[in-house]
């Protein structure tokens, strides 16, 4: 397995560089599997150990790698050392390399990779994932689903690596809009469309309201009179926001059943309406506080009383913001959670309030505001159903389900499925998955329908494909040949190649938790993918001898368990059939 390897390479360079073998681990990386020629297995950047203090690289980096490799000897398990450009190379054992990645593989099974010393010493965590936050009472909108994806994906990952995850969904269910939206209902709302289709109508009125408010000042009076009720905790008001509330949580639990996220806290802005007055009350005690000639307050973040430094943190008619409402939220999370880190998954647009939002803490005082971090991301363009503009995420999902179900139908090798609707939905999703994490995590990107349903290249729908293709080798020839296996039986270069790219699959794992980035996952799936396409087409399982039949199917199952994994780090549920 690569952390055996690597310990082994370490313990040889230990001996030569007067190193302890401890920190020489994450010099030694997987060498990329190369198309046009077998390489070696795992190298050692000599410049990582030659940088001096400004960080520069010596001119000599080269002749070093030179001398080091000559000082280094061949056994039982690296076979070859040489040197390319400014690094040692090492070549493992074939033999030994096939049995100990393949072992190591199934005895692993869903924590391949994650064992690796590349996480030696790693602490558990306590971790609060801050994602999706669709506002209470408007239909789910795309603009949300990049957060809920990538959120999960996250917190998939931190609870892998062995961390005590708390996912929270943080609803916009407070505010001016809600003002809008209670005026809006009393003038034109109506109960049996409320109770027939409650997000539908919800949406219809909202968007009435604000037509009607620009035009009639009094209506944007009565807006801001019943958000005033609201925040006074006003009975009648608050009962018709609650119900508001209630139904569009009702309907967002149901969406997200269908993305396969779940919550473990169903929090909101509401929650904080009153402990919000409270951090006025404390940042006006502690003369952070200074009211505007507006009558509004703010807090000075320059430290020198320069106005475009300054936060609004309370209107003139001394309710709360959006930044009251998250610094109260902090100062709650971190009073029931104790967290080490608290990650929040925003648009890229949001990243200068949570700016505000870790500088106002620390002026309060919370040395932990070092512990949160934003994630940003940038905006889909394009993401627009057939039937118009306004893109909510079930109309996106029902396409998705359709036009994957009609391309199933029109393919000859399609297999009859039990519930093909769900099928499709789960090969909707992967492709909806992929072309999301395919980039930056900070790049906008333009959505592409018909990327999204492309078998071939590098689409999520390949990689169901290429799951289901291998699951159904092993269904056809697993009763006969996974037994016992002959390692000598593998050693064609595709055989090779494939055990070389598992041998990376730690360290994708390991950039990835580092950076927080799927794209590192998702390029390792595909090569993996295209890597098990090629081998499929030469080395066949069938009419072959009963040992080469066993080694070759021994490997495809690697395969399948080893994306099946990394495809569930990214929120997707292999397919077995297609």
């Given at each position: 397995m690569a952390c055996a390897f690597r310990r082994s390479i370490a313990c040889q360079l230990s001996k030569v560089l007067d190193l302890p073998p401890e920190s020489l681990i994450k010099s030694?990386?997987?060498v990329p599997v190369s198309k046009k020629q077998e390489g070696a297995d795992f190298q050692l950047s000599v410049d990582s150990l030659l940088e001096d203090n400004s960080g520069r690289s010596r001119p000599d980096s080269q002749a070093k790698a030179d001398r080091l490799a000559e000082k280094l000897k061949c056994g039982s398990v690296v076979s070859e050392i040489s040197t390319g450009p400014g690094t040692v190379c090492f070549k493992i054992n074939r033999e030994l390399l096939t049995k100990a990645v393949l072992h190591q593989v199934m005895e692993d099974g869903s924590e391949y990779g994650l064992k690796s010393e590349l996480f030696s010493?790693?602490?558990?965590?306590?971790?609060?994932?801050?994602?999706?936050?669709?506002?209470?009472?408007?239909?789910?909108?795309?603009?949300?689903?990049r957060?809920?994806?990538?959120?999960?994906?996250?917190?998939?990952?931190?609870?892998?690596?062995?961390?005590?995850?708390?996912?929270?969904?943080?609803?916009?269910?407070?505010?001016?809009?809600?003002?809008?939206?209670?005026?809006?209902?009393?003038?034109?709302?109506?109960?049996?469309?409320?109770?027939?289709?409650?997000?539908?109508?919800?949406?219809?009125v909202y968007v009435q309201v604000n037509k009607e408010a620009e035009e009639d000042k009094n209506i944007?009076?009565?807006?801001?009179?019943?958000?005033?009720?609201?925040?006074?905790?006003?009975?009648?008001a608050l009962s018709l926001w609650q119900r508001?509330?209630?139904?569009?949580?009702?309907?967002?639990?149901?969406?997200?059943?269908?993305?396969?996220?779940?919550?473990?806290?169903?929090?909101?802005?509401?929650?904080?309406?009153?402990?919000?007055?409270?951090?006025?009350?404390?940042?006006?005690?502690?003369?952070?506080?200074?009211?505007?000639?507006?009558?509004s307050a703010v807090v000075d973040l320059s430290g020198n009383g320069d106005p475009s430094a300054a936060c609004t943190v309370m209107r003139a008619d001394g309710t709360s913001l959006y930044v009251t409402r998250d610094i109260a939220a902090?100062?709650?999370?971190?009073?029931?959670?104790?967290?080490?880190?608290?990650?929040?998954?925003?648009?890229?647009?949001?990243?200068?309030?949570?700016?505000?939002?870790?500088?106002?803490?620390?002026?309060?005082?919370?040395?932990?505001?070092?512990?949160?971090?934003?994630?940003?991301?940038?905006?889909?363009?394009?993401?627009?159903?057939?039937?118009?503009?306004?893109?909510?995420?079930?109309d996106v999902l029902n396409e998705i389900q359709t036009r994957m179900l009609q391309n199933m139908a029109s393919i000859k090798t399609t297999k009859a499925l039990e519930c093909p609707e769900e099928t499709a939905e789960k090969l909707g999703l992967a492709a909806l998955i992929i072309q999301d994490f395919r980039g930056l995590l900070l790049s906008d990107y333009q959505f592409c329908w018909d990327r999204v349903f492309q078998s071939r290249g590098d689409t999520g729908v390949f990689l169901q494909y290429t799951h289901a293709r291998l699951h159904s080798l092993e269904e056809t020839f697993g009763c006969g040949y996974l037994n016992d296996f002959n390692t000598t039986c593998l050693q064609e270069p595709q055989s090779v190649s494939i055990l070389q790219h598992?041998?990376?699959?730690?360290?994708?794992?390991?950039?990835?938790?580092?950076?927080?980035?799927?794209?590192?996952?998702?390029?390792?799936?595909l090569t993996l993918s295209h890597l098990a396409a090629a081998a499929h087409r030469k080395l066949q399982i069938k009419d072959s001898p009963p040992d080469v039949a066993g080694a070759r199917l021994h490997l495809?199952?690697?395969?399948?368990?080893?994306?099946?994994?990394?495809?569930?780090?990214?929120?997707i549920t292999p397919v077995c059939k297609m």
């Open positions: 030694i990386s997987a010493g790693l602490p558990q965590r306590r971790i609060v994932v801050d994602f999706s936050s669709p506002n209470v009472a408007k239909k789910f909108h795309v603009g949300h689903l957060s809920t994806l990538i959120g999960n994906f996250i917190a998939n990952l931190k609870e892998a690596l062995g961390h005590k995850v708390t996912r929270i969904n943080y609803l916009g269910d407070w505010g001016l809009q809600f003002g809008l939206l209670g005026a809006g209902f009393q003038l034109f709302g109506y109960e049996e469309k409320l109770q027939s289709n409650p997000l539908q109508h919800l949406f219809e944007a009076q009565l807006a801001h009179d019943f958000f005033r009720q609201l925040e006074l905790g006003d009975v009648q508001f509330r209630d139904l569009s949580v009702t309907e967002y639990v149901r969406i997200y059943k269908r993305l396969g996220i779940y919550f473990d806290e169903y929090s909101g802005e509401s929650f904080y309406r009153e402990k919000a007055q409270a951090i006025l009350q404390l940042l006006e005690r502690r003369g952070l506080l200074q009211k505007t000639a507006k009558g902090a100062l709650d999370r971190m009073d029931k959670y104790n967290f080490d880190a608290m990650i929040y998954v925003t648009d890229k647009g949001q990243q200068k309030h949570f700016q505000q939002v870790f500088q106002i803490l620390k002026i309060m005082g919370c040395d932990w505001a070092e512990r949160c971090q934003h994630v940003p991301f940038g905006i889909v363009q394009g993401m627009r159903t057939r039937r118009g503009d306004v893109t909510f995420l079930e598992l041998l990376r699959f730690d360290e994708v794992l390991y950039r990835s938790s580092q950076d927080l980035q799927p794209k590192h996952i998702v390029r390792y799936l495809f199952k690697a395969v399948r368990s080893v994306l099946a994994n990394g495809m569930k780090l990214l929120g």
